[in-house]
């Protein structure tokens, strides 16, 4: 397949164009920079300059391809300042329908890029694939109403919701966690630190997509969601003493009054008890993480550069 993979040297986006090299596809990678089409070159992919704010260079990219991976996020949009949450995830369902018109009506395959958060059918209880809720609080449920909205259209679509990506270097919001903790010289988790956030390593990550989209080319099934989910939940207890350790500061538990203070935006993440599930996910696509875990990974890490 001809794959068009936006966020494509991104750090999940970097990891799924040998992914894909390796497995025979060719990659045509959405970059705006001329660093970035220099690195899509090395790697042995194509670059097709744009991004998520011109839909028209997006349309280009999927329109002359034969399937697409769309796994970028405006996460530099945001930094720190959570407050333009909203914003991103409205600028991502744009996206999603600019690609969504340049394959309609093909049967060609668009896989879409959500959240584990968004299978919570309950607190505290497992994430699955099957559930969303598109009345969720959450508006990163703007991506599956997206996508939704393009499948009526016979786009043929799919999810990969992803948990904390990681390997030594980087751990989704645990980054943060890292650096507040440098910060504020400790280490916190809120209340008893049982809350626990699932996780996978970057490179089972990047052969979910690969599997995603090869799949659905094969077989033309639309509206499969997929969990991106080795480890179904690890407590915020444990991460925090990993944390600790490695940066050599003390490991203090937080009330949730005193949690804004430490960790700022990143409270509101903090005690959420989010554990997901990727049993219909591994069933579906023979999916077999084999990747370091999470605390594995944080234990390896370079701490004195974190």
């Given at each position: 397949m001809r794959v068009f993979l936006t966020g494509a040297t991104g750090f999940i986006g970097s990891a799924i164009v040998p992914e894909l090299i390796s497995a025979g596809h060719h990659v045509l990678g959405l970059t705006r920079s001329d660093a970035g089409a220099q690195s899509l070159i090395a790697a042995g992919a194509e670059a097709h300059r744009g991004s998520l704010e011109d839909p028209e260079s997006l349309h280009s990219g999927a329109a002359q391809s034969d399937g697409v991976i769309h796994c970028a996020f405006d996460h530099s949009a945001f930094g720190n300042d959570f407050s333009k949450f909203l914003e991103v995830c409205e600028k991502d369902k744009r996206a999603i329908e600019a690609l969504g018109d340049a394959l309609g009506g093909s049967d060609r395959p668009l896989v879409i890029t959500s959240g584990t958060g968004m299978g919570n059918a309950v607190p505290g209880q497992l994430a699955t694939e099957d559930h969303f809720d598109p009345n969720h609080p959450n508006?990163?449920?703007?991506?599956?109403?997206?996508?939704?909205?393009?499948?009526?259209?016979?786009?043929?679509v799919s999810v990969v919701r992803l948990p904390q990506v990681h390997d030594t270097i980087k751990q989704g919001l645990i980054t943060y966690a890292v650096q507040t903790a440098r910060e504020k010289g400790a280490s916190a988790y809120i209340g008893d630190g049982l809350n626990r956030w699932p996780a996978a390593h970057v490179l089972d990550v990047a052969r979910l997509y690969r599997l995603a989209i090869e799949k659905h080319d094969a077989r033309h099934e639309t509206g499969s969601r997929y969990h991106a989910v080795a480890e179904e939940g690890i407590s915020m207890g444990e991460i925090a003493e990993v944390i600790g350790?490695?940066?050599?500061?003390?490991?203090?538990?937080?009330?949730?009054?005193?949690?804004?203070?430490?960790?700022?935006?990143?409270?509101?993440?903090?005690?959420?008890?989010?554990?997901?599930?990727?049993?219909l996910t591994r069933q579906r696509l023979a999916w077999r993480p084999t990747g370091p875990g999470l605390i594995a990974d944080l234990e390896q890490m370079r701490w004195a550069e974190a």
């Open positions: 508006p990163r449920k703007l991506s599956e109403v997206a996508g939704a909205a393009v499948a009526e259209r016979g786009v043929n350790r490695g940066l050599k500061v003390p490991v203090v538990s937080l009330s949730q009054q005193e949690a804004p203070a430490h960790f700022g935006w990143l409270a509101m993440f903090a005690s959420f008890d989010m554990p997901a599930s990727s049993a």
